[in-house]
């Protein structure tokens, strides 16, 4: 099976010059992998630095040693040190992040910005929010809200905006950070279905649930992030 | 003889008339091109023709025969005198004739009777920088003139005919000179503007208050500006002049009373007595003629 | 993903006598890529943009644009009137005052058909086709396409200065503080409008700000300045998320939360 996605010995740590310049570890030595059709969830208590793993694989986070190499289009690309134009180009094409919260941009109706990663591959406009169109109602989404942008909606219908949009691509490799922290049973399936029908067609997902139904429904085997703990180790 | 002894001839002194002809051939040898020049006090305002006079002061001999017309006429003010002056400092011959003029000083004017090779026309200039409206700076101006960046003339173009459903502008309507440099035909009706196309007289123009003089040589390409689906077009005049029955030719609006009564009369006046002697009547002269008998 | 940048800058510095305007800046940028220059006042990053946009002699350094037939032209040895050329056609160059590039005394259609005229466009039905495209564009009513931009509140000014430069389908632009005089909701509308365009034409854009907002929003990768010299460069999520220089945190920090 294809592992697209290796963490080898990362190390990261933020140094904080307006607090005199100290310097707080965040994680060290992180190793791991993702195959193909598997969805590995990141286990630990809050604090400990499972959201800064996913940004530092999405490129959002600099990381101070280490590699992480990404399948891109037949060759292997080392987030950790790609330049920022390789970067943007492996989010379009190969790796798909879904965030706690929706940064929204004014004036976009709901509709657009679930199609607009699927425009920005080149895909025509009708053809994208249809398929935009298909996840909403599938995420049941008020029709009467498409059109609205999503800056004044609640906190769930929010996410679900930001669950099509990360799902309507085909990228091989997903990061999810608690995407079902504030949907209803209802809908924390539907996305439990979603994130199953992404693994059957070899999807590698890396995620975070605090929600112990959804990690027991979805995960194939749980990382510990507690022994990446530079606190941990220290102790 | 002895009352010219007090003056140079044609009033300049020589070293400036070689000033003035230098900016001359300068300006013919770059046809469109503004050519500073030293531009002289003259005993006349500006705005009266200093530009103009200093062209024609420059360019006259003794030989020479020259006309002045003012808005086509002969015999307004400035026309008159301006002539006057000529014949005081230069003891020149002057005429009302186009045909028998060697040097014909126009304000806003070409004679309706073709010019022909020998010839020089000189025009009296208010303003020759025709980006002036839309760039009023002159460094900047005179870099589009260097660069040929002239998409500003159509600018103001466009925005007659968005204003107006046609490009209304009737006179010192821009044209490009021999495929290179935008010029100010000087506020000539746009009536007049085929004439200076390929003209074979030598065409002058003074701009005393600005310092500046340019040139058309004979046979030289005058292209009035336009856009493709609004070519130029001169005005065009519904009845022939009152006088001499002219036709195609520029007319003047005169009241005749404060009943409403106008007519409308050849601006070129030597153009119009020149008919008349040869027998052409217009409506008014031949209503006149049956009442007088 | 093409493989030749459309921009390359080294070692670009400019000393107002012996004070620095900005020092030793190099990079790339490539084709549909929007790079933020931002920093405080002062920092140089106006000066950068002048040097960048030919507006400005750099002391030293080098510009090369890829010009459209493929060759690499460094801009400071090419003559004025095609460095001219360039910037009617080529390029774009949006100031933060909208008075500064648009013509004031003209009308709505003029300004967009300027650049088209000055590229020898003669048909002025097709003329004002394009500028009542372009003015539909950028939201301004087609029934304003014969008023003076000076009857134009501040917002639509801006936006049409951008459709000004944005007729001639440039391949770059330059936006200096693009939405510097307008109020929030204003600058909201003109933010999404931009990004929309860039992102439907491809554009490439050097955009200077004091906004982070705008540089999240609107750029791929961006640029940090202080005193004249590049402190931190990154992709535009790294620099914002994860600030590493001591001055980018503290501007980072500095971002008032509403």
């Known amino acids: 099976m294809a592992t697209p996605l290796v963490v080898s010995e990362v190390f990261k ?7 005199d310049g ?6 060290n030595d992180v190793s791991f ?7 590995v969830v990141l286990g630990g208590p809050s604090g400990i630095g499972k959201s800064s793993i996913l940004k530092m694989l999405y490129g959002n986070y600099a990381v101070d040693a280490g590699q992480i190499l990404v399948s891109h289009k037949d060759r292997l690309v080392d987030i950790a040190s790609a330049d920022p134009r390789t970067i943007i180009d492996v989010r379009r094409h190969t790796l798909g992040y879904v965030s706690q919260f929706l940064r929204t941009v004014p004036r976009v109706a709901a509709l657009d910005v679930v199609a607009e990663p699927l425009v920005a591959r080149g895909i025509q406009a009708p053809e994208a929010k249809e398929k935009a169109s298909d996840l909403l109602a599938r995420l049941n989404l008020p029709r009467e809200l498409w059109s609205l942008p999503p800056a004044t909606f609640s ?7 930001n669950i099509a949009r990360g799902f309507i691509t085909s990228h091989s490799i997903l990061l999810l950070d608690e995407p079902t922290a504030s949907l209803d049973a209802v809908n924390r399936r539907v996305v439990v279905d979603m994130i199953a029908e992404k693994k059957r067609e070899g999807v590698a997902l890396l995620g975070i649930f605090h929600d112990e139904e959804v990690r027991e429904a979805v995960a194939d085997r749980i990382l510990d992030v507690t022994r990446f703990s530079p606190r941990k180790a220290a102790a | 003889m002895t009352d010219l002894a007090t ?10 008339k070689r000033m003035i002809r230098r900016a001359i051939l300068k300006a013919i040898a770059i046809p469109g091109y503004q050519v500073p020049f030293a531009s002289r006090e003259m005993p006349m305002p500006y705005g009266w023709g200093t530009g103009g006079v200093q062209v024609t002061a420059s360019i006259i001999g003794p030989e020479d025969v020259l006309k002045v017309i003012d808005q086509g006429a002969d015999d307004t003010t400035n026309a008159v005198s301006i002539r006057a002056f000529f014949q005081k400092v230069a003891n020149v011959a002057v005429t009302t004739h186009t045909k028998d003029a060697t040097i014909i000083q126009t304000r806003h004017r070409i004679p309706e009777q073709k010019l022909t090779e020998g010839q020089v026309l000189v025009y009296q200039v208010p303003i020759p920088e025709p980006l002036r409206f839309l760039e009023p700076r002159e460094t900047e101006t005179r870099k589009m ?7 500003l003339m159509h600018v103001k173009l466009y925005e007659d005919i968005a204003h107006n459903g046609r490009i209304s502008k009737t006179y010192a309507y821009p044209v490009k000179v021999a495929g290179r440099y935008v010029m100010d035909p000087s506020p000539t009706p746009k009536f007049d503007n085929p004439k200076m196309h390929m003209s074979e007289a030598l065409q002058l123009f003074g701009a005393g208050r600005e310092k500046r003089i340019y040139a058309v040589p004979p046979y030289t390409e005058v292209v009035s500006l336009d856009f493709e689906d609004y070519p130029f077009e001169i005005q065009k005049f519904e009845q022939p002049c009152a006088l001499c029955g002219a036709q195609g030719v520029y007319l003047d609006e005169v009241v005749l009373d404060d009943k409403g009564g106008r007519m409308f009369v050849c601006s070129d006046t030597d153009h119009c007595e020149d008919r008349r ?10 209503q006149n003629k049956e009442a007088a008998e | 993903m093409t493989d030749t940048p459309l921009l390359k800058v080294s070692g670009v510095s400019k000393f107002y006598g012996s004070r620095i305007g900005c020092k030793d800046v190099s990079f790339e940028l490539w084709p549909g890529e929007v790079l933020a220059i931002v920093g405080e006042s002062g920092s140089g990053k106006t000066t950068l943009l002048n040097c960048l946009s030919t507006r400005l002699m750099p002391t030293t350094g080098s510009v090369e644009y890829r010009m459209r037939d493929g060759n690499f032209r460094d801009l400071y040895h090419m003559s004025e009137a095609e460095r001219r050329f360039l910037m009617r056609t080529d390029w774009g160059f949006v100031h933060q005052n909208p008075a500064d590039g648009l013509r004031m005394t003209v009308s709505a259609g003029a300004n967009v058909g300027e650049r088209l005229m000055a590229v020898g466009d003669r048909h002025y039905g097709n003329i004002r086709a394009t500028a009542n495209d372009w003015l539909t564009r950028v939201e301004i009513g087609t029934d304003r396409i014969d008023d003076q931009p000076r009857a134009f509140s501040g917002g639509m000014r801006q936006r049409l200065q951008i459709a000004r430069n944005l007729v001639t389908s440039p391949r770059l632009v330059f936006m200096d503080e693009p939405t510097g005089g307008l109020d929030v909701s204003v600058q909201a509308r003109l933010l999404d409008l931009v990004r929309g365009l860039v992102n439907d034409l491809g554009l490439s854009a050097i955009v200077v700000t004091h906004d982070l907002a705008v540089a999240r929003l609107l750029s791929h990768r961006m640029m940090v300045m202080k005193d004249g010299h590049v402190i931190e460069h990154g992709l535009t999520d790294r620099v914002l998320d994860d600030p590493r220089e001591p001055y980018t945190q503290l501007l980072v920090s500095s971002i008032l939360q509403v």
């Open chain 1, 13 to 19: 740590s933020f140094t904080m010059h307006l607090r």
């Open chain 1, 22 to 27: 100290i310097k707080l570890p965040v994680v």
């Open chain 1, 33 to 39: 992998s993702v195959a193909s059709g598997e969805c």
């Open chain 1, 155 to 161: 906190g769930g219908e929010q996410q679900r905006v």
């Open chain 2, 7 to 16: 003056y140079n001839f044609a009033y300049l002194d020589e070293q400036t």
């Open chain 2, 145 to 151: 003139h260097a660069l040929e960046e002239y998409g």
């Open chain 2, 277 to 286: 002697e040869h027998g052409h009547a217009g409506e008014l002269l031949a």
